[in-house]
């Protein structure tokens, strides 16, 4: 059973506690639709076998609006996530997430931390693995 994935943006596993993780390369750039094609396909990958992950973006460098746009428009319905912790960098990327979250409102809990203790504590309540 294969539990981690490599796309051109990103390092994704699961770890020994059942949390998926999402790793973005040093100083990625997500500039277009295929990119983001490709990210999807290994998150949905992860998601088979759990339902709660971990999105690192210390490293991102940028996200395009296309790629944004592609995220919201092409959501599999049937991929079960139960909860995404996101860790960023600065309090001013996590203000900066926030305001984002507030407009595009995903149908599952999402939360911006600059910690990772306290990222994975908060996963740890949706925790149920699939």
């Known amino acids: 059973m294969k539990h981690q994935w490599q796309t051109s943006l990103a390092d994704l596993y699961i770890d020994q506690e059942g949390t998926g993780w999402c790793v973005f390369h040093e100083q990625a750039e997500m500039d277009g639709q295929e990119e983001a094609e490709e990210l999807q396909h290994a998150l949905y990958e992860v998601l088979t076998y759990t339902a709660v ?50 407009l595009e409102k995903p149908d599952y809990p999402i939360k911006l931390f600059t910690s990772m203790e306290e990222a994975l504590s908060w996963l740890r309540t949706y925790a149920a693995t699939k």
Do not use: E, M, P
Not at 73 to 93: G, K, M, R, W, Y
């Open 53 to 102: 992950l971990l999105t690192d973006i210390r490293k991102l460098r940028r996200v395009s609006k296309k790629a944004r746009d592609y995220f919201t428009t092409h959501v599999d319905n049937s991929v079960q996530i139960n909860a995404n912790a996101i860790l960023c960098d600065s309090l001013l990327s996590r203000t900066i997430g926030n305001l984002f979250l507030k």
